[in-house]
């Protein structure tokens, strides 16, 4: 049986923020799923989706500084399950875009290497993703922005895990 609508009134008058978009989780949903649609449609052209440009950009990012970069470290860094860093990163070795050698010092672990082809596609959707950005979020989401710094706090605060 179908609760009474009376019910469901009294429920998001008395127990909710009043309505859904009052809650940034809700906002923040939304926003995340439609800023991915967007990046998806945009690195098409550079033959990525925004989880494959992600671990991409993740790996470039940690090798800069010549240490071995493997899957776990970048789960970690990027908050990703690690199965599914594992599936992209197949994904990524299969359209040539990195190397996974086993490590020489844990032959458990593969050292992810981005390849020259690989700095290619970088160089290619990195111009895509940042102009979705721009656009979606103009200057509030630039470098030291009302958004990006309110983001950064709220990612800086300890996790209940």
């Known amino acids: 049986m179908a609760t009474d609508p009376q019910t469901l009134a009294d429920l ?23 800023y991915v ?6 690195l098409a052209a550079a033959d990525l ?8 950009a993740m790996t470039a990012w940690m ?25 992209v990163l197949k994904a990524l070795e299969v359209k040539g875009l990195v190397a ?3 490590s020489i010092a ?8 981005v390849t020259e082809t690989g700095v290619g596609a970088l160089r290619q959707a990195m111009p895509l993703a940042i102009s979705v950005q721009e656009r979606l979020f103009g ?7 009302r958004l990006m710094i309110a983001l950064a706090q709220a990612d800086a605060r300890p996790s209940d895990e």
């Not at 008058?13 to 439609?34: I, K």
């Not at 989706?49 to 991409?56: K, M």
């Not at 844990?106 to 290497?113: G, H, M, S, W, Y």
């Open 63 to 87: 090798a800069r500084s010549g240490e071995p970069v493997t899957q776990v470290t970048l789960a970690r860094f990027g908050d990703i399950h690690p199965m599914q860093v594992s599936q």
């Open 106 to 113: 844990d032959t458990r672990a593969k050292c992810i290497e």
């Open 37 to 42: 649609r967007e990046i998806d449609r945009a």
């Open 12 to 34: 998001f008058a008395n127990e909710t923020l009043g309505a859904p978009e009052n809650a940034v989780g809700f906002v923040l949903w939304r926003v995340v799923h439609r």
């Open 139 to 145: 200057k509030a989401g630039a470098p030291g922005g």
């Open 49 to 56: 989706t925004h989880l494959q440009f992600t671990v991409l």
């Open 100 to 102: 996974r050698p086993r």
